[in-house]
C-alpha cells in the first residue's frame, strides 16, 4: 500500500515538516508577490484581461474556473495560451481541472452564483453556497515563492467578525462553512469545535500542547499549529496542495471509514494513521483499551469500531482528548445518565454510557 505523506502539518523544509516556519509566516501577514509581477507572464494585466470594459467589469477571456484553467488546466490550454502570447513557454504549472474532476471537492463547476462583491455566507438577501476558485484566491495576489499562500481575500474572524482581507486560512473557510452550509448549531459545528475555548482541537486555531499524542509520526511541540488543508486536500504528494479535489470522502488525504462496526485494516483508518501511528494505536501507548475497541476481540465475540465513535475530527468543545462519541454507536448509560467521559489523571480516565450493549457505569481505565 502506498503511504500518504506522514504529515501535511505546515510547509515542507527539506526532509522534515517544520511547523515553526508556518506558524512565524502565519503570524506576518503575507505582503508579497502577486501573479502580477510574475516572471512568467507576458503582460503584468493583459495575460488575464482584455481590452477596457465597463467600470467594474474585469473583461476575462473566459469565466470563473475556465479563466483559471487556461494555465492551471490541461497542457493542450497553456500550449493555447503560449501560442497567444500570453504565458511565456516551458512554464510548469499543475492541472487543478484533474482535482476538480476527483469524486469530493469543491463545486466550482457550478457557475453563475459568484460575485466579485459578494458578502458571504449572505448577499443581496439570499444564501448561496458556491465555490469558485477567487472565493478562496486573490488573483492579484499570489504566493512569496513556491510556499505559503498570501490569503487576502474575504473571510470571517473565529468570532464572527468579517474581514476584507483574511489572514489564516481558516478564516477563509469559516466564510461558507457556518449557518447554511456548516451545523452551527451542533457541537460538530467548526464554530464551536475550534473555538479557542474548547477543551480538546485538532491546533488549528489554538496551539498544539506538544502533549497529546504519543502517536505521532511527525512529533510536535508545544505552540504548533495546523491548517484545514493539512487534513482536506488530495493526498497526492507529487499534485497541487489545496482542499480542491479529493477521491475520499470529505475531501480528506486519505480513506476514512466511520462505521462503528468497522474492521480494522491499514486502509480502513488511513486517514488517522498517515499522522497517527497505527502502530503506536494498536499498541495501546496511550489509551490501553485501544486495540480492544478497535479491532474487536474474536474470543469474546465483539466487534471492532472505528475511530469516529470516540473521537472528534476537528474538536471537542466539552471534553479531552477529542472524545465525542458517536451517537450511533454510543447511547446514554442504562441508569439513564448521559454518555460523558472525563480524565482522571495521565492516561487514565473514565466513560460513563452505553455500547453495542455493554453498559459502562463507570468504565474506568
Ligand atoms: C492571473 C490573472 C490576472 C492578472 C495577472 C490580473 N488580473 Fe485583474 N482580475 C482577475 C480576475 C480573475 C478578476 C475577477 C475577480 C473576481 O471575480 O472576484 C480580476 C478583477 C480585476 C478588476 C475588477 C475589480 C477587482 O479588483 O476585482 C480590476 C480593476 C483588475 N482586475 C485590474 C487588474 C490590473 C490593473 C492588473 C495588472 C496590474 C490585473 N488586474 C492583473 C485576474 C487577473
Ligand atoms: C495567464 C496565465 C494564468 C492565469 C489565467 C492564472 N494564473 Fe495563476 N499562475 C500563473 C503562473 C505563471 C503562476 C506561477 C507564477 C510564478 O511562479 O512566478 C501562477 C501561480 C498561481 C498560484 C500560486 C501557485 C504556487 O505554485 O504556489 C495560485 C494559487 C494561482 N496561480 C491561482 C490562480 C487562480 C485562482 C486563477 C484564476 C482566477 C489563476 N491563477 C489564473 C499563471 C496564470
Ligand atoms: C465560497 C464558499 C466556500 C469557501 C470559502 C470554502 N468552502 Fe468548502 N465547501 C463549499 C461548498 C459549496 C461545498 C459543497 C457543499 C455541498 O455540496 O454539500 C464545500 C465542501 C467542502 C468540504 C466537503 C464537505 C463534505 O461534506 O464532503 C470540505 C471538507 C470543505 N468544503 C472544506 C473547506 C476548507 C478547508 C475551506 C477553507 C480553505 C473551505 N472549504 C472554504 C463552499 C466553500
Ligand atoms: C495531518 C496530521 C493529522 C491527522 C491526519 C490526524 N491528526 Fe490527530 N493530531 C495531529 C496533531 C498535530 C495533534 C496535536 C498534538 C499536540 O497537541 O501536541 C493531534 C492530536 C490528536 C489527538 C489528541 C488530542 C488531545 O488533546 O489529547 C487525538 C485523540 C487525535 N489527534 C485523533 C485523531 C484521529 C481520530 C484522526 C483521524 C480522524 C486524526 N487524529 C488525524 C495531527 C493529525
Ligand atoms: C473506545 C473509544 C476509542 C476508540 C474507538 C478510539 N480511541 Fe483514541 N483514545 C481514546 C481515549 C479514551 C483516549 C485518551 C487516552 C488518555 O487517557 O490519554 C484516546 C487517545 C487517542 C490519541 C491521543 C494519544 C495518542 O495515542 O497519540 C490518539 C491520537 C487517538 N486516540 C487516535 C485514535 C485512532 C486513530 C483511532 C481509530 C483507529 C482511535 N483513537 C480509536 C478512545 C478511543
Ligand atoms: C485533523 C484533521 C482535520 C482538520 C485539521 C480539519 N478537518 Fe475537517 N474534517 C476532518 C474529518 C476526518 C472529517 C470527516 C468526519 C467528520 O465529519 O468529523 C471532516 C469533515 C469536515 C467537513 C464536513 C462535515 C462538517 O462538519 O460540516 C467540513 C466542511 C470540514 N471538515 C471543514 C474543515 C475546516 C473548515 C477546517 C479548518 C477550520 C477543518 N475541516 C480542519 C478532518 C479535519
Ligand atoms: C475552498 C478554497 C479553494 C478553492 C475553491 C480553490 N483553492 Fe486553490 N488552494 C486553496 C488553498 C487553501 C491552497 C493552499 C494550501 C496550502 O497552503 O498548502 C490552494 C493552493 C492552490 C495552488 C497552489 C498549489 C501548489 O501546490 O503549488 C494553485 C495553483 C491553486 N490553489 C489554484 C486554484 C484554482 C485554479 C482554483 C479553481 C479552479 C482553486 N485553486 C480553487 C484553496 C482553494
Given at each position: 500500500?502506498?503511504?500518504?505523506?506522514?504529515?501535511?502539518?505546515?510547509?515542507?523544509v527539506?526532509?522534515?515538516?517544520?511547523?515553526?516556519?508556518?506558524?512565524?509566516?502565519?503570524?506576518?501577514?503575507?505582503t508579497?508577490?502577486?501573479?502580477?509581477?510574475s516572471t512568467?507572464?507576458?503582460?503584468?494585466?493583459?495575460?488575464?484581461h482584455?481590452?477596457h470594459?465597463?467600470?467594474?467589469?474585469?473583461?476575462?477571456?473566459?469565466?470563473?474556473?475556465?479563466f483559471?484553467?487556461?494555465?492551471?488546466?490541461?497542457?493542450e490550454?497553456?500550449a493555447?495560451?503560449?501560442?497567444?502570447?500570453?504565458?511565456k513557454?516551458?512554464?510548469?504549472l499543475?492541472?487543478?481541472?484533474?482535482?476538480?474532476?476527483?469524486?469530493?471537492?469543491?463545486?466550482?463547476?457550478?457557475?453563475?452564483?459568484?460575485?466579485?462583491?459578494?458578502?458571504?455566507?449572505?448577499?443581496?438577501?439570499s444564501?448561496?453556497?458556491?465555490?469558485?476558485?477567487?472565493?478562496?484566491?486573490?488573483?492579484?495576489?499570489?504566493?512569496?515563492?513556491?510556499?505559503?499562500?498570501?490569503?487576502?481575500?474575504?473571510?470571517?474572524?473565529?468570532?464572527g467578525?468579517?474581514?476584507?482581507?483574511?489572514?489564516?486560512?481558516?478564516?477563509?473557510?469559516?466564510?461558507?462553512?457556518?449557518?447554511?452550509l456548516?451545523?452551527?448549531t451542533?457541537?460538530?459545528?467548526?464554530?464551536?469545535?475550534?473555538?479557542?475555548?474548547?477543551?480538546s482541537?485538532?491546533?488549528?486555531?489554538?496551539?498544539?500542547?506538544?502533549?497529546?499524542?504519543?502517536?505521532?509520526?511527525?512529533?510536535?511541540?508545544?505552540?504548533q499549529?495546523?491548517?484545514?488543508?493539512?487534513?482536506?486536500w488530495?493526498?497526492?504528494?507529487?499534485?497541487?496542495?489545496?482542499?480542491?479535489?479529493?477521491?475520499h470522502?470529505?475531501?480528506?488525504s486519505?480513506?476514512?471509514?466511520?462505521?462503528?462496526?468497522?474492521?480494522?485494516?491499514?486502509?480502513?483508518?488511513?486517514?488517522?494513521?498517515?499522522?497517527?501511528?497505527?502502530m503506536?494505536?494498536?499498541?495501546?501507548?496511550?489509551?490501553?483499551?485501544?486495540?480492544?475497541?478497535?479491532?474487536?476481540?474474536?474470543a469474546q465475540g465483539?466487534?471492532?469500531?472505528?475511530?469516529?465513535?470516540?473521537?472528534?475530527?476537528?474538536g471537542a468543545p466539552?471534553?479531552?482528548h477529542?472524545?465525542?462519541?458517536?451517537?450511533?454507536?454510543?447511547?446514554p448509560?442504562?441508569?439513564?445518565?448521559?454518555?460523558?467521559?472525563?480524565?482522571?489523571?495521565?492516561?487514565?480516565?473514565?466513560?460513563?454510557?452505553?455500547?453495542?450493549?455493554?453498559?459502562?457505569?463507570?468504565?474506568?481505565?
Amino acid at each position: 500500500m502506498s503511504v500518504i505523506r506522514t504529515s501535511r502539518i505546515g510547509q515542507t523544509v527539506g526532509a522534515g515538516v517544520v511547523l515553526a516556519v508556518t506558524v512565524a509566516l502565519l503570524m506576518t501577514p503575507v505582503t508579497g508577490g502577486a501573479h502580477v509581477d510574475s516572471t512568467e507572464l507576458t503582460d503584468p494585466c493583459g495575460s488575464c484581461h482584455v481590452g477596457h470594459g465597463a467600470k467594474g467589469e474585469p473583461m476575462l477571456l473566459k469565466a470563473e474556473e475556465k479563466f483559471c484553467y487556461q494555465c492551471h488546466g490541461s497542457q493542450e490550454e497553456r500550449a493555447e495560451m503560449v501560442a497567444m502570447g500570453k504565458l511565456k513557454p516551458g512554464v510548469e504549472l499543475d492541472d487543478l481541472s484533474a482535482e476538480f474532476n476527483k469524486a469530493y471537492g469543491h463545486p466550482v463547476k457550478r457557475s453563475g452564483e459568484h460575485s466579485p462583491i459578494e458578502i458571504l455566507p449572505d448577499y443581496a438577501g439570499s444564501a448561496v453556497s458556491h465555490a469558485e476558485c477567487v472565493d478562496c484566491h486573490n488573483p492579484h495576489e499570489r504566493v512569496t515563492g513556491k510556499g505559503d499562500m498570501g490569503y487576502k481575500v474575504k473571510g470571517y474572524s473565529l468570532s464572527g467578525q468579517y474581514l476584507e482581507e483574511s489572514v489564516y486560512e481558516y478564516e477563509i473557510c469559516l466564510k461558507c462553512h457556518t449557518d447554511h452550509l456548516g451545523t452551527k448549531t451542533s457541537d460538530r459545528s467548526l464554530v464551536k469545535a475550534f473555538a479557542r475555548s474548547a477543551r480538546s482541537q485538532h491546533p488549528v486555531t489554538a496551539p498544539s500542547t506538544g502533549l497529546g499524542s504519543p502517536s505521532l509520526l511527525d512529533k510536535t511541540t508545544a505552540g504548533q499549529y495546523m491548517k484545514c488543508s493539512d487534513c482536506h486536500w488530495s493526498g497526492n504528494e507529487e499534485g497541487p496542495r489545496g482542499p480542491h479535489g479529493s477521491r475520499h470522502e470529505f475531501l480528506l488525504s486519505g480513506n476514512y471509514s466511520r462505521d462503528p462496526y468497522g474492521t480494522e485494516s491499514p486502509f480502513a483508518y488511513q486517514f488517522c494513521y498517515s499522522c497517527h501511528d497505527r502502530m503506536s494505536i494498536l499498541g495501546n501507548e496511550s489509551f490501553p483499551l485501544h486495540r480492544e475497541h478497535i479491532e474487536g476481540d474474536l474470543a469474546q465475540g465483539t466487534k471492532g469500531t472505528s475511530c469516529y465513535t470516540c473521537h472528534a475530527s476537528h474538536g471537542a468543545p466539552d471534553s479531552p482528548h477529542l472524545i465525542m462519541f458517536n451517537g450511533l454507536a454510543v447511547s446514554p448509560a442504562k441508569s439513564g445518565r448521559p454518555a460523558s467521559y472525563d480524565v482522571t489523571g495521565t492516561q487514565s480516565g473514565t466513560c460513563v454510557l452505553m455500547c453495542h450493549g455493554y453498559n459502562h457505569e463507570p468504565g474506568s481505565y
